[in-house]
């Protein structure tokens, strides 16, 4: 078994230097932070280059810099050691003093809709907190908050896998848009006329087939899809000048510019969107992500705007 595999014959204070290592990149800094001798730290590093079969750290412009292996680390390190010391620690979750990174996962549509009052919030009441945002495909999403590469996704999800906790954020609803001009011949959106023309469909990188696609199968029906893209709040500006009809949630709308494009509800009917925030069943007892996941609740009930049924 290769060393790094088995945690009794790794000394965890390694860990430690590494992070003044990573975070300083200079040996002589990194061993003031410490407290320690520069030959030690270099001993260390020498080490944790054996350890981790990567040379970490790199001499070029001037100084030295991280490797490849050293930046993918550095994030998960930065929060494994935060949980150790926790684990150690008899204080409690401070959002003004702490500092942590969390990983989360969502749409454009979800970025719109979260991350502007998020940040605020972040900035203003926990200023040691950061975030890296990602989207993948919605499968994609959920492996990884099952295998602890997210903390965090939030979207509309309808297979949630054994392990995961979820929390309602939102509710919506599917409305069809298209292009005013075109839409002239349409002052009521038919079940055949809905199926009469192409379509845009929203995919985050998964297959071109959503509840809409199921629900229509379920009635030996199909549409058309003729064009495929990856965001949310894109898609209502690529139906303009076309025939082309899009079917996404109603909230989306509120997000974008609306001039020039008629809207309909859809000729059949679809249960509500549960817009979820949903996590690992591990991170219950965090106070950290238990802060987070119930500010995401508080500033999405704060931020739900009286008018979002008004008409486009």
Partial sequence: MHPVHDLRRIDLNL?????ALLQERH???????LAMTQPAVSHALRRLRLLLDD???LRG???????AKAQALQPQLVEALDRVRGLVSCERFDPATAKRQFHLGMSDHGVRMLLPRLVQTLRSLAPGIDLVVSQAARDTMLRQVL???LDLVAGVFNDIPPGLR???LQAD?????ADAVHAKDMPVLTLD??????HLMVSLGGPAYGVVDSWLASQGLQRRIATVVPHFTVAPELVRGTDLLLTLPRRVLQAVRTAGLSMWELPFALPPLEFLAIWNAERDMDEGHAWLRETLVRLVGEGTPEDADAPV
């Fill in 15 to 19: 860990l430690v230097v590494l992070d």
């Fill in 27 to 33: 040996v002589s800094r990194a061993a003031e932070r």
């Fill in 55 to 57: 040379p970490l750290l």
């Fill in 61 to 67: 412009g001037g100084g030295l810099r991280l490797s």
């Fill in 147 to 149: 295998a602890g590469e």
């Fill in 166 to 168: 979820m929390r309602q």
């Fill in 173 to 177: 609803r599917f409305v069809c848009v």
């Fill in 193 to 198: 006329r809905y199926l009469s023309r192409p």
